[in-house]
C-alpha cells in the first residue's frame, strides 16, 4: 500500500501504518501533552490500545482468510481503523467466516474482560462507567483497563457487525448471505448501495451533531463502499478471459539505450505506446513509461530509468484472478513455458474492460 510503513510481520502478513494514522496518532498525543505530561501519556496507551484492538481485530479476519487459502497481502492501519488487504474470491461461505471472525473476536475478549473483572473486585460497576473510562482523567490501573476493554471491544464489534453497510464487516455477512440467492455481483451491488445509503445518512447525522470526525468517516466510507462494488464488477466482466488471449507484442528496448533516441522514435516507429519492457542480455529488468520521464531524464540509460513495477503471469492464468497486478504494476510479462509469451499493460485492460461492459451484459 503507497504511503504506509512497514513495523512488522506476523503469519507471512507486513502490518503497517498508512501515513494518516501516524499523523493522527501523533496530532492526538501531541494536542494531550499540551495538556499536561500526564495527559499526554495516557492518550498514548490510551490509543496504542485502542489500535492493537483494532490490529488483533483484522489479524483475525487474516489468519480464518489465511485457512481457506485467501491471500492475505498486508494488514494496514488508518485513522478510521484497519484493513486486511485480503484478496476478493467469490467464495461467499468463506467471505461469510472472515467477515465474521473479526467482530467474534470482540465479543468474546469483551466477555473475558468482563469475567476477569467480575471476579477481580465486586466494585466491577465504577471500573465499566463510560464516561469515566472515555474522559480525560481515566483509570490506567489494571481495573481500569480491563473496563476500557469491555467498552472498546463491545463497541468495535458491534459497530463492525451490526451496521449492514458495505464494506462494514456487517456489509460482507450480508453480501454472504446474499450471494446464496443471487448472482455474487449482483449482492455486492446491493451490499455497496446500502452501504452508500447509510454513509449518506451518517454523514448528514454528523453534519446535525456537529462532528467534524463522523462527517469524514462517512466519506471515507462512502467511496469505500463505491469503489469495491466496482472492483467486483470488473473482475466478472474479465472472469473467463485467458492472460495468453489479450496479450501483445511490444517493442522491447535495450536498456543501455540513452532516454532521448527512445522517445525520438516514440511516435514514429513505436506505434504511440507509452510503456516499454527494458531488457538487459535479454532478461527484463524493468519498465520504461514514458509518462514517468522528467526532461532531466533525456541523458541517462533507459535502465536507469525503468521502473520495477513488473509482474509475470501464466498465459493460461484467468484476467479475474490477476486483475490486482493491474492496480500496482504498469505491466504485466505473460509467459509460457518459462518464454516471454506477450506483455499486458493496464491500458489493455482498462479498454478490455470498457470493450466487455458495453457488449456483454450481465
Ligand atoms: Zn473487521
Given at each position: 500500500?503507497?504511503?504506509?510503513?512497514?513495523?512488522?510481520?506476523?503469519?507471512?502478513?507486513?502490518?503497517?501504518?498508512?501515513?494518516?494514522?501516524?499523523?493522527?496518532?501523533?496530532?492526538?498525543?501531541?494536542?494531550?501533552?499540551?495538556?499536561?505530561?500526564?495527559?499526554?501519556?495516557?492518550?498514548?496507551?490510551?490509543?496504542?490500545?485502542?489500535?492493537?484492538?483494532?490490529?488483533?481485530?483484522?489479524?483475525?479476519?487474516?489468519?480464518?482468510?489465511?485457512?481457506?487459502?485467501?491471500?492475505?497481502?498486508?494488514?494496514?492501519?488508518?485513522?478510521?481503523?484497519?484493513?486486511?488487504?485480503?484478496?476478493?474470491?467469490?467464495?461467499?461461505?468463506?467471505?461469510?467466516?472472515?467477515?465474521?471472525?473479526?467482530?467474534?473476536?470482540?465479543?468474546?475478549?469483551?466477555?473475558?474482560?468482563?469475567?476477569?473483572?467480575?471476579?477481580?473486585?465486586?466494585?466491577?460497576?465504577?471500573?465499566?462507567?463510560?464516561?469515566?473510562?472515555?474522559?480525560?482523567?481515566?483509570?490506567?490501573?489494571?481495573?481500569?483497563?480491563?473496563?476500557?476493554?469491555?467498552?472498546?471491544?463491545?463497541?468495535?464489534?458491534?459497530?463492525?457487525?451490526?451496521?449492514?453497510?458495505?464494506?462494514?464487516?456487517?456489509?460482507?455477512?450480508?453480501?454472504?448471505?446474499?450471494?446464496?440467492?443471487?448472482?455474487?455481483?449482483?449482492?455486492?451491488?446491493?451490499?455497496?448501495?446500502?452501504?452508500?445509503?447509510?454513509?449518506?445518512?451518517?454523514?448528514?447525522?454528523?453534519?446535525?451533531?456537529?462532528?467534524?470526525?463522523?462527517?469524514?468517516?462517512?466519506?471515507?466510507?462512502?467511496?469505500?463502499?463505491?469503489?469495491?462494488?466496482?472492483?467486483?464488477?470488473?473482475?466478472?466482466?474479465?472472469?473467463?478471459?485467458?492472460?495468453?488471449?489479450?496479450?501483445?507484442?511490444?517493442?522491447?528496448?535495450?536498456?543501455?539505450?540513452?532516454?532521448?533516441?527512445?522517445?525520438?522514435?516514440?511516435?514514429?516507429?513505436?506505434?504511440?505506446?507509452?510503456i516499454f519492457p527494458v531488457v538487459l542480455n535479454n532478461t527484463i529488468i524493468g519498465v520504461l513509461n514514458l509518462d514517468y520521464l522528467n526532461?532531466?531524464?533525456?541523458?541517462?540509460?533507459?535502465?536507469?530509468?525503468?521502473?520495477?513495477?513488473?509482474?509475470?503471469?501464466?498465459?493460461?492464468?484467468?484476467?479475474?484472478?490477476?486483475?490486482?497486478?493491474?492496480?500496482?504494476?504498469?505491466?504485466?510479462?505473460?509467459?509460457?513455458?518459462?518464454?516471454?509469451?506477450?506483455?499486458?499493460?493496464?491500458?489493455?485492460?482498462?479498454?478490455?474492460?470498457?470493450?466487455?461492459?458495453?457488449?456483454?451484459?450481465?
Amino acid at each position: 500500500m503507497a504511503n504506509s510503513y512497514r513495523i512488522f510481520k506476523v503469519f507471512g502478513i507486513s502490518v503497517e501504518l498508512h501515513i494518516t494514522f501516524i499523523l493522527f496518532f501523533m496530532l492526538l498525543v501531541f494536542i494531550a501533552f499540551l495538556n499536561s505530561f500526564s495527559a499526554g501519556v495516557r492518550s498514548f496507551i490510551f490509543l496504542f490500545i485502542l489500535f492493537f484492538i483494532v490490529l488483533l481485530h483484522e489479524l483475525c479476519h487474516s489468519i480464518v482468510a489465511i485457512r481457506y487459502e485467501f491471500k492475505v497481502n498486508s494488514i494496514t492501519l488508518y485513522p478510521i481503523g484497519g484493513a486486511a488487504n485480503v484478496e476478493i474470491k467469490e467464495n461467499p461461505k468463506a467471505e461469510f467466516f472472515i467477515s465474521f471472525a473479526g467482530p467474534l473476536f470482540n465479543f468474546v475478549f469483551a466477555w473475558i474482560c468482563f469475567i476477569l473483572l467480575f471476579l477481580l473486585t465486586p466494585d466491577y460497576g465504577a471500573y465499566l462507567n463510560y464516561d469515566k473510562i472515555f474522559g480525560v482523567d481515566f483509570d490506567l490501573s489494571l481495573l481500569g483497563v480491563l473496563g476500557l476493554l469491555v467498552w472498546v471491544n463491545f463497541i468495535l464489534g458491534s459497530f463492525n457487525l451490526f451496521v449492514p453497510a458495505f464494506p462494514m464487516d456487517g456489509g460482507r455477512v450480508l453480501r454472504a448471505v446474499l450471494a446464496n440467492y443471487m448472482d455474487y455481483v449482483k449482492a455486492t451491488k446491493i451490499a455497496s448501495n446500502i452501504g452508500k445509503i447509510s454513509f449518506v445518512f451518517m454523514g448528514i447525522i454528523g453534519f446535525m451533531i456537529g462532528n467534524i470526525f463522523l462527517i469524514l468517516i462517512a466519506v471515507l466510507l462512502f467511496f469505500a463502499a463505491d469503489s469495491e462494488s466496482r472492483l467486483v464488477e470488473v473482475k466478472a466482466y474479465l472472469k473467463g478471459s485467458k492472460a495468453g488471449e489479450l496479450s501483445l507484442k511490444l517493442n522491447e528496448i535495450d536498456g543501455n539505450l540513452i532516454v532521448k533516441d527512445v522517445s525520438l522514435m516514440r511516435d514514429s516507429f513505436l506505434q504511440n505506446r507509452k510503456i516499454f519492457p527494458v531488457v538487459l542480455n535479454n532478461t527484463i529488468i524493468g519498465v520504461l513509461n514514458l509518462d514517468y520521464l522528467n526532461p532531466e531524464d533525456s541523458e541517462k540509460y533507459v535502465k536507469d530509468v525503468a521502473r520495477k513495477n513488473f509482474a509475470v503471469v501464466n498465459s493460461e492464468a484467468d484476467l479475474s484472478e490477476i486483475f490486482e497486478y493491474f492496480l500496482s504494476n504498469d505491466l504485466v510479462i505473460v509467459a509460457k513455458n518459462n518464454m516471454v509469451s506477450g506483455y499486458l499493460t493496464q491500458d489493455a485492460i482498462k479498454n478490455y474492460v470498457d470493450y466487455l461492459s458495453k457488449f456483454k451484459k450481465r
